[in-house]
């Protein structure tokens, strides 16, 4: 069974509704895609080619939800993923969740500064734990960071918490400018 004929039957569709240019590849690992599609009623369909079987295919109402269960999915599959292993016939290429390698690191840096013993819930894999898109998780932990830095006592905490606000925002902004239409 291919692909598109498994979202079609696990969406009700008669075979031949979805074109195949309809199927947006999010994540590859190995020979496995990780995909979604949309559907003619609205709703987006994701699931991947490991297994033919139309039970492996979960609906969403929207792109973004589909999305964000294929990210969830995948962090939890690779939970020590980075975008440097996003190399050949591996890796994650939506990359509006994923920003860049820059912002990860950034994401990374903010999580360990504002918890620098892994006392909260989310470690291990705080990107993972959290499940959000990278920019939102950037964006929310720049709010915390400048908290931190407003409260900071001693200058030199209050230059370190200043200077990962500016790595963190610097990344934030060319993720942006890299997802901006040419």
Not at 8 to 31: C, F, H, K, R
Not at 91 to 103: D, H, K
Not at 158 to 180: K, P, Q
């Amino acid at each position: 069974m291919r692909l598109l004929e498994r979202i079609e039957m696990a969406a009700g569709l008669p075979p031949g509704t979805l074109s195949p240019d309809a199927i947006e590849y999010v994540a590859q690992e190995g020979d496995v895609d990780w995909v979604i599609a949309p559907l003619p009623n609205g709703q987006w369909a994701a699931t991947d080619d490991a297994e033919v079987s139309p039970d492996r295919v979960a609906l969403f109402s929207s792109r973004e939800a589909a999305l964000r269960a294929q990210w969830i999915g995948w962090l939890t599959a690779h939970p020590d993923y980075t975008p440097d292993q996003a190399t050949d016939r591996y890796g994650w290429r939506a990359s509006e969740l994923l920003g860049s390698p820059r912002l990860w690191e950034a994401v990374e840096a903010a999580y360990h500064a504002l918890d620098p013993y892994h006392q909260g819930e989310h470690w291990p894999h705080p990107i993972a734990w959290d499940g959000r898109p990278l920019p939102e998780q950037a964006a929310d932990l720049s709010e915390r960071i400048r908290a931190e830095r407003h409260v900071a006592q001693d200058p030199q905490e209050a230059a370190r918490w200043e200077d990962l606000l500016r790595r963190l925002s610097a990344a934030l902004a060319a993720t942006h400018a890299s997802l901006e239409p040419r």
